[in-house]
């Protein structure tokens, strides 16, 4: 069922009472300033898929221009109260579909990255990985004026920008010649399965006894829907946390349309103050 923001007590109640594995998304993200897909007013957006980033040279000069200059938004980015919530609250596993490594950086430990971290390149061909900040310097290098001349065009929530005109932009290969993607999985390409199989043994783990809180996701893709499905499967109750529909809400046992900032930050107080009173 769907709650207002005045029912919140029970459901806090709930959460700060029970183990609990917590699904994020980007959502959660948005008062750090980055943008999301799907929450309310969000423009219509289609990232590049797996297989068009693979499929071209042009198609990786145009996602490696266009990132370029969302990197310069996204990993300046800093963790924001949802956060540093969820770091304190220490759940029994945090997935997160995000790849901002905004949950790393506020200190969060018994985590899953389950679409990777943008933070990271990948060499296709001889799958060494580098660091991200390394890569943007040559690039920053080989594209001198680039961020003058382009650093005014909107960001997009997966790291890079509206922008068509890309063809001048030069990009950089791996030591062994082989193209460089983020280490993140795109739209059309597969989780890693050790993830997968880590998120659903922590879920069923829960039982009747524990709870799943999605927060800040719109569980479109079934990514991260597969879990609250096994969730609801196990007959574990499933809290979803997020301004707008969601493909989770028939399941879920509790719906709030509230900010994950200011509910997570609720969540944490009454945590810290059940904990005092033992």
């Known amino acids: ?19 609990l594995v917590v699904l994020t998304g980007a959502g959660l993200s948005t008062d750090s300033g980055i943008p999301d897909y799907r929450g309310p007013g969000a423009p219509s ?21 266009r990132s370029h200059l969302g990197w310069q938004r996204m990993g300046r980015a800093l963790p924001n109260d949802a956060h540093r919530a969820l770091a304190a609250l220490d759940p029994a596993l945090l997935i997160t579909q995000n790849v901002d490594g905004l949950h790393e950086a506020a200190g969060s430990r018994r985590m899953v990255a ?37 650093g005014w ?20 290969t791996c030591h062994c010649g082989g193209p460089l993607k983020p280490h993140v999985v795109f739209f059309g390409e597969n989780v890693p399965a050790d993830r997968v199989a880590r998120c659903y043994a922590a879920v069923e783990a829960l039982g009747p006894d524990g709870a799943l809180l999605v927060a800040g996701s719109s569980l479109t893709v079934m990514s991260g829907l597969r879990f609250v499905k096994r ?30 900032s200011e509910f997570l930050s609720d969540l944490r107080t009454r945590v810290s103050r059940l904990s005092a009173e033992i």
């Not at 769907?2 to 183990?19: I, K, W």
């Not at 390149?121 to 961020?147: F, G, H, K, M, Y």
């Open 153 to 172: 065009v909107a960001s997009r929530p997966d790291g890079d920008v509206d922008l068509d005109d890309t063809h001048d932009f030069v990009v950089p």
């Open 231 to 260: 969730a609801a499967q196990h007959g574990t109750p499933v809290v979803i946390v997020n301004r707008g529909e969601t493909r989770g809400d028939p399941l879920a046992t509790y719906k709030l349309e509230v900010g994950c």
């Open 45 to 65: 957006r289609m990232p590049m898929t797996y297989q068009e980033f693979v499929g071209s040279a042009e198609a990786q000069q145009r996602y490696w221009a």
């Open 114 to 150: 389950l679409h990777g971290r943008v933070a990271d390149v990948i060499c296709l061909s001889c799958r060494s990985t580098s660091s991200r900040a390394d890569l943007e310097r040559v690039l920053d290098e080989l594209n001198p004026q680039w961020l003058e001349r382009h």
């Open 1 to 19: 069922m769907t709650l207002t923001a005045a029912a919140q007590d029970e459901v806090l109640e709930l959460l700060a009472t029970r183990p």
